[in-house]
């Protein structure tokens, strides 16, 4: 059975920083891309940043593009999300997500296997 389990998240003031992680059990860690996704309440799940299963190739959203950085230990099956100057408009729940696909996607639906979430909650 396939496991994502998220952690790291909290409440932080404007500014400050989280480092997330997500430890995945159950596949074959270094087989799949992984994704960062992220719902604010009320809104539809988007993406935020993803890495390709070799390690490189990071993508992000414009949204988080120079304070996010995605990167993963494949030894440790684990990918991490390091987000510094964090804003309000960053509160959400964050989601990691894998896919075995090759294709590049910033679309929920093309990824296969998802976490239940870690509410990351910024204040101003």
């Known amino acids: 059975q396939v496991q994502l389990v998220e952690s790291g998240g909290g409440l932080v003031q404007a500014g400050g920083s989280l480092r997330l992680s997500c430890v995945a059990s159950?596949?074959?860690?270094?087989?799949?891309?992984m994704g960062w996704f992220r719902q604010a309440p009320g809104k539809e799940r988007v993406f935020v940043a993803t890495?390709?299963?070799?390690?490189?190739?990071?993508y992000y959203a414009d949204s988080v593009k120079g304070r996010f950085t995605i990167s993963r230990d494949n030894a440790k099956r684990t990918v991490y999300l390091q987000m510094n100057n964090l804003k309000p408009e960053d509160t959400a729940v964050y989601y990691c997500?894998?896919?075995?696909?090759?294709?590049?996607?910033?679309?929920?639906?093309?990824?296969?296997?998802w976490g239940q979430g870690t509410q990351v909650t910024v204040s101003s």
């Open positions: 159950g596949l074959t860690f270094s087989n799949y891309d």
């Open positions: 997500a894998a896919k075995l696909s090759f294709i590049i996607t910033m679309t929920p639906s093309g990824y296969d296997y």
């Open positions: 890495i390709r299963r070799s390690g490189d190739t990071p």
